[in-house]
């Protein structure tokens, strides 16, 4: 497994603004990943981070609203931009080593705008 | 059709007995499945993984797996009130541009009453 450090846990924040969550493992992995959970529903993956390279964005997911950075293989950041209500979410950070492993989740943070 | 689909909920089942998940999916590309539990305001923790058709135990924890069918399931024996939780199914390919993506099932609700 991996020991995965996400922060904030928490925040509360005015729309418009954005808010930059870090997440940070304690050994290198191939694979960060970067999900959103809306209230009440199951998982969502935004984006897959790339080291050194653009993020991979899925579908309905732009870089200008969630940038994310990578610059090694131990840490990420997912910016989500010019808030808005509709952004309250939990934030989750995953790592995966790649081929028949297990994904293992950072703590998570809860955003909430308002 | 969703790509992965779990039994509705939400399932309430008295304490010391079996309580029975499932989970299908549509992509036969699909190589490794993952049972998650997530409690209230908690990030997913990880409880089962298997790769291969066939049954995979650990404690109280069975995962049946079925590839032909598409069909993945999980049985909690002797089923504890601190079981009480949301189960998501999760669902990886092992290649090409979906490489260790995650998709998830919509959760199911599961309540142990004593």
């Known amino acids: 497994s991996a020991v995965i450090s996400q922060k904030p846990s928490r925040d509360i924040c005015q729309r418009g603004t954005s808010l930059t969550i870090q997440c940070q493992v304690d050994?290198?992995?191939?694979?960060m990943f970067w999900y959103r959970q809306q209230p009440g529903q199951s998982l969502t993956l935004i984006a897959t981070?790339?080291?050194?390279?653009?993020?991979?964005?899925e579908s309905g997911f732009v870089i200008d609203k969630f940038p994310i950075s990578r610059p090694n293989l131990t840490f990420s950041t997912l910016t989500v931009s010019n808030m808005s209500p509709e952004d309250s979410s939990i934030y989750l950070c995953?790592?995966?080593?790649?081929?028949?492993?297990?994904?293992?989740f950072g703590q998570g943070t809860r955003l909430t705008v308002v | 059709q969703k790509e992965v689909e779990q039994n509705s909920g939400p399932l309430s089942v008295p304490e010391g007995a079996i309580a029975s998940l499932n989970c299908t999916y549509s992509?036969?590309?699909?190589?490794?499945f993952f049972w998650y539990r997530q409690y209230s305001g908690k990030s997913p923790e990880l409880i089962m993984s298997?790769?291969?058709?066939g049954d995979k135990e650990d404690g109280r924890f069975t995962a049946q797996l079925n590839k032909a069918s598409q069909y993945v399931s999980l049985l909690i024996r002797d089923s504890q009130p601190s079981d009480s939780a949301t189960y998501l199914c999760?669902?990886?390919?092992?290649?090409?541009?979906?490489?260790?993506?995650?998709?998830f099932g919509q959760g199911t609700i599961l309540t142990v009453h004593p």
């Open positions: 995953s790592v995966d080593r790649g081929g028949q492993t297990e994904a293992f």
């Open positions: 050994s290198q992995v191939t694979m």
């Open positions: 981070a790339n080291q050194g390279s653009e993020a991979t964005y």
């Open positions: 992509d036969r590309g699909s190589q490794s």
């Open positions: 298997i790769y291969s058709n």
């Open positions: 999760a669902v990886k390919r092992a290649g090409g541009t979906s490489y260790g993506k995650l998709t």
